[in-house]
Every structure is written in structure tokens, then in C-alpha cells.
Nanobody
């Protein structure tokens, strides 16, 4: 599968931005698609994920209640709606596919570590100014 992110850009703190992740070449349905981000000088961290059927979502504590993940299965596209953005949200945002559920974890099968994801997009940069 090929994943292509779009929608990044510059936004002022308190504003909103929506990212999109379009998939192509899919030969099977993945378990979930996630958004992860990597800020300047930081490790890549989990942001949010959604099951392929759209019936379940999971968020990191840092974005919960501000960001919403959704998907359009007909378009095979996953969105990240970012609201009330903060300067610390500045990062390169990546979408990634998780082929199979994680067993034994606390996140209902969702992968929360970058190395648990199987396919990656190239990333889209988000800059939040104060």
C-alpha cells in the first residue's frame, strides 16, 4: 500500500487544520491506520489511530479532546482534524498502516509505538506559531 499525506502547513495557536492520508494499491484491509508525529529533535510519537471499519479510535493523552481522527472507507482516506492547536503540536505528521492488532497491550489492539507500524507515508509538516 502507498500512503500519501496532505494538508500540512502553518497555523496560529488556537486554530485548526485537517490532514489527509490517501491510500492506494491496497491488496488487503489493514487492522488500523494511525497518525504519528516527530517534532524537532524528538522521537516519533503516536497521535491517534482508527480501525479500518471506522468503529474504533484511540488517542494519545496529549491530543485527546483536541484532535479527531476519521476515515472515508470509500476513498480509503484517513483524516486528522486538529483543533485548538498548540506550538508543541509543531511536527512532521506521518500516517501509517498497522496490518494486524497488537496483542497483550492496553490500547485495544492499536499500535502506539512507531516500530509497530508496517507501511508509512512521506509525512506532512505542520507548524504552529504562538
Amino acid at each position: 500500500v502507498q500512503l500519501v499525506e496532505s494538508g500540512g502547513g502553518s497555523v496560529q495557536a488556537g486554530g485548526s487544520l485537517t490532514l489527509a492520508c490517501a491510500a492506494s494499491g491496497r491488496t488487503f484491509r489493514s487492522f488500523a491506520t494511525g497518525w504519528l508525529r516527530q517534532g524537532p529533535g524528538q522521537e516519533r510519537e503516536f497521535v491517534a489511530a482508527i480501525k479500518w471499519g471506522g468503529g474504533g479510535t484511540y488517542y494519545s493523552d496529549s491530543v485527546k479532546d483536541r484532535f479527531t481522527i476519521s476515515r472515508d472507507n470509500a476513498k480509503d482516506t484517513v483524516y486528522l482534524h486538529m483543533n485548538i492547536v498548540k506550538p508543541e503540536d509543531t511536527a512532521v505528521y506521518y500516517c501509517a498502516d498497522q496490518d494486524t492488532p497488537v496483542t497483550g497491550g492496553r490500547a485495544f489492539g492499536f499500535a502506539t509505538e512507531w516500530n509497530q507500524y508496517d507501511s508509512w507515508g512521506q509525512g506532512t509538516r505542520v507548524t504552529v506559531s504562538s
